[in-house]
């Protein structure tokens, strides 16, 4: 289809021999003439000439000076456009092979004279693996493209760009634009190294901000070694930075990592950034946005549709409208054929697009200009300028119509067939009469793949056609349905349109051919117009875009309940008949018989009202729990990857709970930061952070950490022996490092460190995962070695043997209601473990570590009276204020008190009780979860689910491609949980 | 300081010598139970009530009016304001035959192979197990011993929760045959670079039809003949020796599972599981298929589904008429079988009356395992397995037994975890009060 004219070349290579011939120099200008034509996609002139010599344009508007030796192509009624960029691509690079795992985990990187980290490769360069592929290339000229930026798509950062020119005439001497055209980077490892860090999302963000310091250290000429990677890395830092993150998500994660280090990344998008625009936006990183638009579910099995969720189902209704959305809030970005199956798709899911309502004028700025700018290439392509490349479109009409042609694509002046220019568009209704039958034959579909439909009377005839080389051939089956015979027709269209040829009759004998177009050009009109009309109405985005997400973010409301049972956690205890006043967003007043006439007041009788319930070990809401590629990774932080839309926070808030600290797993002795969240279901990720957060890190011990259950470990500790001395070793090394700091001598910044040093500072918290007596004394003893306290022990499950050297080390416990026999270090667990620390005066917290069990940790509470005989009171401290007090915010939550945050739970009954339902969960006064509302939402969802559910059968009906249902499935995150790992056994 | 040193020693001597409780004799004495509320396990209770226990019977069960007790021929035990409940069953269980989930050598509850009907769960069966005993302080004291793994498990036992021997704590033999009914969604297989998301499963058809196939086959087999064991094991189902406890949680599932039994005329079906059960209620119930349903405490299978789902989902069927028992399968799920009141418990904070919950963890779990002619409620001529609680035995602050029996046996309610708890206590005590008294 795609054809290229190869006499058309006009360089030569100047210096290279020529032994086929004699040299040919061909100096001749071409212009295009009379066309309309797209300078920019703002600057538009009709009557046009674009000229252009060697591949470049030589000059461009309506009154240009046309040369002697000048190759003229008259385009009349045509447009002309610059070809587009797609600055997101791995054109001619073969998909890197994936490295078999290997039964021993590797540690340390495969290379020397680099990184330590294989996944950090900025010396790579595209280049080296670029082969040019003519038929890659043919299918993105087909599609509209002239350059594409290409590079390796592999590793965290992957190296530099080349800028290439679909050229498929002579060599890669003419399609490199640029060798140099970017920088490429990913959250994601590379598949040609089985080095084992980082294993998470929150690692390779950390990894990113390392390096960046290592790079401006190693600038300063501090490194004793040599580094190639750094070296590439400070070389190419003015380049344009390109990051895949491939979701909104990450556009923010990875957004914050480059602003902390100074860069403004380009973000290839994800496609779901209407999710939280507002978010997106205030990144103010421009972005790439590919648009590969879900099919609609196959639907018609409804024992599989239920297993659909509402965001996979409203994902298909919504996301066409992105680009829209994206244009709407002012956000820069280009377009990409990215995540498509073929560049082929690429015409019918812009289309999508602009029938979901983006402009013309931006989707041929995100091809183009904008694409050209964000590369820093404006003054080489994605405009017709007098001086760029002769990379541009000859269609026939409006480029985004869908019945527009694409004739012609010239890439650097070389011209790229398409659909000749010389085939009219034939496309429409035609009659004609044969032997005294009358016929109607309608043309349709592409012009180079035309389908007819040709009737007489009311009978449909069988018929096949070609329209090559402007003839077209006609087979037509007669009305004969016994003896099937044939009319053949051979015709070719006047400047009307109208078919002048002949048919071979069945007889054999030959009839003149006329036909009459019939210009139907209103009736095309209105129904292309009918067409382009959205009929799919477009749901709302709530907050989370999931079930049971808000439309509208709820706000703080003072609210005064009256009546209640009050359980303070305060020496007042537990109050009956008390009121309780709620205002901006904090406890007002408690007492009894109070009135506010601004208030909305709450009947509690026979209620209870309590503080929040505050989970001390959570794995919810986050999308990684565990970097496990080191032994150490204090350097991570789990507030990088909180998930916002994780639907345990609502069902969290549906069993009372109102904050949590996000731990790090157990995959390691020193593992990575916590993020200490408050439940805002709705609220962004970052907004869920407590404000001046108390600092925390994971550290953990016992089976978990030296691997006890891979079957050949090689990782340094495996043993509790070995535990002890990482301890001792990154202690003393962040003891040195405190030191060099303060002396004030050149240091190498070390992310990792620095969080350990905190802990030495007394300026960050340790959390430790514990079972065994062991070592819990053990560290314990390291910690007053290096002069400072553990903060919480957490599982703790042998605290109980050892509560009276806690209490005189003074460290928190924060342990399991009652869990054990799961691994052999718990075969000691008891029940009464909570009741014997807590008699022996230490703040005693009971977690979860269990998206479950969170939701009733009440209940878990609870178990502290039959386990133990602990009060009732002190029982719910342990869920409540306890875990404030081990967290440090006990300040501002735990306990009922006035001016505290109004973080507080309406329950049915009793709030140890087994048959206690929270009713109302109320986050700084603002309702979070209620259960009336809970009702409410449940009958929306199945409202909504059934609306999608007749909007896809309607797509199906309507013949659109529907794709086979996938089940979602909760990952539930626990303790040893690793990113991207499918099966595994939970070991808490 | 001598002293002490003694008893310490003395301590740890009894704790290793002690390492599992000693099964009870048999009872000699009657023992009568006055004043109790009696939680009877079919919906009713009797206030203010006397139990009379001869022979490892319940001999007499009713309102203690005028109770005229010879202390001399009887123990009896003045439960005034305390309440008793007929042993918790808890069916589907792997109790002992895991003692540490991480320790392989400890973990014998799948075989290998797909079809393994011939397998018996009974005698790996650990019956001193500290798991186990750790059941009875909660009043969990019978559970049906169910292998996993494969299309066909094997199959189950029903056995007692104080015995010196598998033998010994035997109930019910060799009762019911576990079929994992196929999936309706599998994965791909991501080691080998396949989409790892759950998608329809396009070998169902096949994999229905096999095991269907295997039941003809089964059903063919000459039940004298000794050459094939599985086959021989599978045969039960057709004539009502065994039940047939079929594992299945989606909805079409559970609709072609009841197909198939029909189809098969096999009598005895259980659903187990069945996480979509609600949805199939009007066909559970003209089938008149029991369900022992998953874990109270579970999260929801989808996230659109309702928060408390798993919480109500007893309601909605026995609101239906069906015979509902409560399991604790999952992860953890033999530590976990301890809570079993308090998911029966949870169901009532979810609509069940307290009752209604109870029935689901004695009556009819007993009429599901076959085993209600001698256990499950508190009626006369029944087993005098039972507990006596301080007070509500579904709510964790009041279940706290004083007393438990199996049949008849005054079981030790000490276990491993209590010994660990006591000594430590001690400990404190004791070096508190060294420092309080220089």
Known sequence: ?988 | MKKLKFTSILMLCCSILLAQQTPAPKQIKDIAIVGATAHIGNGNIIENSIIIIKNGKIDTIGKSERPKLNDQDINVINAKGKHVYPGFIVPNSTLGLIEIDAVKASVDNAEIGALNPNIRSLIAYNAESKIVESMRPNGVLIGQITPRGGRISGTSSVVQFDAWNWEDAAVRIDEGLHVNWPKSFSRGRWWLGEDPALKPNKDYDKQVTELNNYFLQSHAYDKNANNHLPFKATKGVFNDSKKLYMHVDYEKGILDAIAFAKKNNIKNMVIVGGREAYKATSTLKINNIPVILQRVHSTPNSDDDDYDISYKHAKLLVDQDILVALETSGDMERMNTRNLPFHAGTTVAHGLSKEQALQLITLNAAIILGIDAEYGSLTQGKSATLFISEGDALDMRTNILTHAFIDGRAVNLETHQTKLWKRYSKKYKEQNKLVSKP
């Not at chain 1, 183009?368 to 007098?386: M, V």
């Not at chain 1, 005066?841 to 977690?847: E, F, P, T, Y």
């Open chain 1, 1 to 988: 289809m795609l054809s290229l004219l190869c006499s058309l070349s006009f360089y030569a290579q100047d210096y290279f021999p020529t032994n086929n011939g004699v040299a040919k120099n061909n100096t001749n200008y071409t212009a295009i003439t009379n066309a309309k034509i797209f300078i920019t996609p703002t600057n538009v002139i009709k009557k046009g000439t674009l000229l252009f010599k060697d591949g470049k344009i030589v000059n461009v508007g309506t009154s240009v000076r046309i040369p002697k030796s000048t190759y003229i192509i008259d385009a009349s009624g045509k447009h002309v456009y610059p070809s587009f960029i797609d600055m997101y691509s791995s054109f001619g690079i073969e998909k890197p092979i994936r490295k078999p795992r290997q039964q021993t985990q590797q540690y340390d990187a495969s290379r020397t004279g680099f990184y330590w980290n294989d996944h950090i490769m900025p010396e790579n360069n595209a280049l080296t693996k670029f082969k040019y592929n003519s038929k890659q290339a043919k299918a993105l000229i087909k599609a509209g493209f002239g350059v594409v930026n290409t590079h390796i798509q592999n590793g965290i950062i992957r190296g530099r760009g080349a800028l290439i020119a679909l050229n498929n005439n002579g060599g890669n001497e003419r399609r490199i634009i640029s060798d140099n055209s970017g920088l490429y980077l990913s959250l994601n490892r590379s598949v040609t190294t089985n080095q084992s860090y980082p294993t998470s999302i929150m690692g390779s963000m950390a990894l990113l901000r390392q390096v960046y310091l290592d790079a401006n250290w190693y600038s300063k000429g501090l490194s004793k070694t040599k580094d190639l990677s750094l070296e590439a890395l400070n070389k190419h830092k003015n380049l344009v930075q390109i990051m895949e993150a491939g979701s909104r998500a990450n556009i923010i994660r990875t957004d914050k990592v480059g602003d902390q280090s100074g860069i403004q990344y380009t973000i290839l998008g994800g496609g779901d950034e209407y999710e939280r625009i507002k978010d997106v936006k205030a990144t103010n990183a421009p972005l790439i946005i590919p648009i590969n638009f879900p099919d609609a579910y196959d639907v018609e099995d409804s024992f599989l549709t239920s297993a659909l969720t509402l965001h996979q189902m409203r994902a298909w209704n919504q996301k066409p409208t992105n680009p829209k959305v994206l244009a709407d809030h002012g956000i820069t970005f280009a377009l990409t054929t990215h995540g498509l199956k073929s560049p082929g798709k690429f015409k019918a899911n812009l289309a999508i697009a602009l029938k979901y309502g983006l402009s013309k004028a931006k989707a041929l700025e995100a091809l183009t200009t904008i694409p050209a700018q964000l590369l820093k290439k404006s003054n080489t392509i994605g405009s017709l300028k007098k001086g760029l490349l002769a990379n541009f479109l000859i269609t026939s009409g409006d480029i985004f119509d869908e019945k527009t042609i694409i004739y012609e694509n010239w890439v650097q002046g070389e011209q790229n067939i398409i659909e000749s220019m010389n085939n009219i568009d034939i496309r429409g209704d035609h009659t004609f009469s044969l032997d005294n039958q009358k016929y109607t034959l309608t043309l349709k579909g592409e012009l180079s793949k035309l389908k007819s439909e040709i009737k007489s009377g009311k009978d449909i005839l069988g018929s096949k056609v070609t329209y090559k080389d402007h003839w077209l051939n006609i087979t037509l089956k007669t009305k004969d349905t016994i003896n099937k015979a044939f009319i053949r027709i051979v015709a070719q269209p006047d400047a009307n349109k109208n078919l002048k040829g002949k048919a071979i009759m069945p007889n054999g004998l030959d009839m003149p051919f006329i036909s009459n177009y019939k210009k139907k050009d209103d009736v095309v009109k209105s129904k292309d117009a009918k067409d382009k009309k959205l009929t799919n109405k477009i749901l709302p985005v709530t907050y989370p875009n999931n079930a049971y997400g808000f439309n509208k973010l709820p706000k703080a409301e003072t609210l005064l309940f009256k009546n209640a049972t009050v359980w303070t956690n305060e020496k007042e205890g537990v109050l009956e008949k008390t009121d309780i006043l709620i205002k901006n967003g904090i406890i007002a007043n408690i007492g009894k018989n109070l009135s506010y006439s601004k208030a909305k007041t709450i009947d509690a009788t026979g209620k209870h009202i309590t503080a929040g319930i505050i989970d001390e070990h959570s794995h919810i809401a986050t999308a990684s729990v565990n970097e496990a590629g080191q032994n150490s990774t204090a350097e991570v932080t789990i507030e990088d990857v909180i998930d916002e839309t994780d639907v345990n926070i609502y069902r969290n808030l549906a069993g009372g709970v109102t904050s949590i600290q996000i731990l790090h797993g157990s995959a390691n002795p020193i593992g990575g930061r916590s993020a200490i969240i408050k439940l805002k279901w709705g609220e962004s990720a970052n907004n869920l952070i407590y404000k001046n957060s108390p600092k925390f890190i994971k550290f953990a011990l016992g089976e978990n950490v030296k691997q006890s259950r891979y079957s050949n470990g090689v990782r340094f500790p495996q043993t509790r022996m070995g535990v002890e001395q990482v301890f001792v070793d990154y202690f003393s090394r962040a003891k040195a490092y405190n030191a060099l700091k303060k002396s004030k001598k050149p240091y190498r910044k070390d992310l990792e460190l620095e969080a350990i040093a905190e802990i030495i500072n007394k300026k960050r918290f340790i959390s430790c995962h514990s079972y065994i007596q062991s070592e819990i004394n053990m560290l314990m003893k390291v910690a007053e070695q290096f002069n400072f306290n553990v903060n919480t022990f957490t599982h703790i499950l042998e605290g109980y043997k050892v509560a009276d050297k806690m209490k005189a080390h003074g460290v928190g416990a924060s342990t399991f209601s009652d869990w054990w026999a799961y691994k052999y270090e718990v075969n000691d667990a008891i029940p009464y473990n909570a009741a014997i620390m807590h008699e022996q005066g230490l703040i005693v917290a009971i977690n979860s570590d269990d998206a479950e069990m969170s939701r009733r940790l009440n209940q878990e509470a609870a178990k502290s009276v039959k386990y133990g005989n602990v009060s009732e009171e002190d029982a719910l401290k342990f869920v409540t204020l306890n875990p404030a007090k081990l967290l440090h915010i006990d300040q501002k939550v735990g306990s009922l008190k006035v001016g505290k945050d109004a973080d507080i739970v309406l329950w049915t009954d009793h709030p140890l009780s087994i048959y206690a339902k929270a009713e109302k969960t109320i986050i700084e006064g603002v309702t979070y979860f209620d259960l009336e509302k809970d009702k409410k939402i449940r009958a929306q969802i199945k409202k909504e689910k059934i609306q999608l559910v007749n909007m896809m059968l309607l797509a199906k009906n309507k013949g659109l491609k529907t794709q086979p249902i996938k089940k979602k499935e909760k990952k539930y995150l626990h303790c040893n949980s690793i990113d991207n790992e499918q099966h595994k056994q939970h070991q808490h």
